[in-house]
């Protein structure tokens, strides 16, 4: 028997006779303003009372767009269990301080701080899973430079030409930006100044809790900053938010043209996927090999000055790294002598004495480089590119290589898709130089 819809049903009787499960029901509560957390059993009873005319709106009924009720009724659940631990744990803490101070017996100190400091760090824990302090942000809704009521929020928020950008938890409203994730917020469009994601790094133990193995991960905030210089966290997801982020400013800049939009602030601990200068290794030397007998390179002659440019860039790289490896072996040296005539640790400083061997290193490799300069082992090609992004360009025929230009030599526009582009090569390592003077 096909089950009707929700609303086309007239009578709880006849909504009984289909199965429903507890998604769904908490679904159904939402769209009808009803109480929506709970078990199965609770929303039967909450979905009966509906039927016979009497409505039981959420335990926060704070808001009537389902979105915003969702977020301050799923989250901070045991609000009040952990604020008041907080509250008592402080007091106790209060206590256990003073009575510290004032010189008393342990008894009457040691208790109240070890009961107080612990209950805190737990209340602490528990308000932060809980999403306790965005919920209670969510009373009253953080704002830009003007100030917006919760009635004039869920006004917004439930406008017809509201959009909700589900993947990062923003209302694109008629007159405001409304943010969810991290607490409702909401900014008028012609107070933004700017908007920008900053990616945050985590880190969390993967597999059982009783794994030692341990995975990288990140969350990425927009951030609006006001024409006041207030930033207001407007989302937080899992998720790469960048491309989310230029449909919020493209849809701004309809209300304030003067939004700048400001690259992806990046977390330290990210990896680097900028352009690599050069790439090298004996995988990318075969498959160059390969591209020109396929004749997807072309070997090609370029312009002397040019070439002397590229090959002075090699040349002083190998000459930085000399004082580079000097200061790196004068740091060795200096925690080596202090591991075996102060801290006795002789096992411990063997570790660095790689360290002291980079100099030579450093030097071997000055008149490796020279030589090579000498024999003249270079070569340069001309391919198409097919592919660019923000880690960099991709050849016709290494299809699985990335490369990058030289800063110093870099053309003034940026290459197009199919435009012809020069590869240099130096000893195993490729980078992309300017085509501008090709013979």
Partial sequence: MKRPDFDSIKTYEEFKKYRWCRDELSDICKAHGLLFVGSEKKLNKVIEAYFNGVKIPPRRNWYTNAVLSS????????????????????VFTVIGLINRIRCTDDVYYVPHLAFG????IFS???IQTDQDLEVIKSFFPFCGDKRFTRAQVDEQAN???????RDVGVFLAPDMLIGVSAGVAAVAY?????LQVIQHWHTRRKGSKYSGHYEDYYTYNIVVGTKKFKYIVLSESMQDAENSAKII???CLMHNPKVEYIKMKKSPMAPDDSPKEIVSGNGVVYAVEKAVKEQHLTPVNIDEDLKKRFTGFHRNKALVLIPESLLVALIAAVILY?????????????FLLACLLFPFYAVYNLFSVLGSIR????????GILVHRSENGYVIKGLDFHVFGYIKKLKPDDEPDIGDKVILARFKDEFSLISDKQII
Avoid: P, Q
């Avoid at 012609?190 to 700017?194: G, N, Q, R, T």
């Fill in 71 to 90: 977020f301050v009724n799923e989250n901070g659940v045991l609000m009040a269990f952990t604020l008041g631990i907080f509250a008592v744990s402080l």
């Fill in 117 to 120: 400091i612990t209950g805190l």
């Fill in 124 to 126: 602490w824990i528990g």
């Fill in 159 to 165: 406008a017809k030409n509201a959009k909700y950008l």
């Fill in 190 to 194: 012609e107070d933004i100044s700017s």
């Fill in 249 to 251: 400013h493209n849809h």
């Fill in 338 to 350: 202090l591991c075996i005539f102060f801290l006795h640790r002789v096992g411990v400083g063997f």
């Fill in 375 to 382: 024999k003249d082992d270079t070569e340069f090609y001309s």
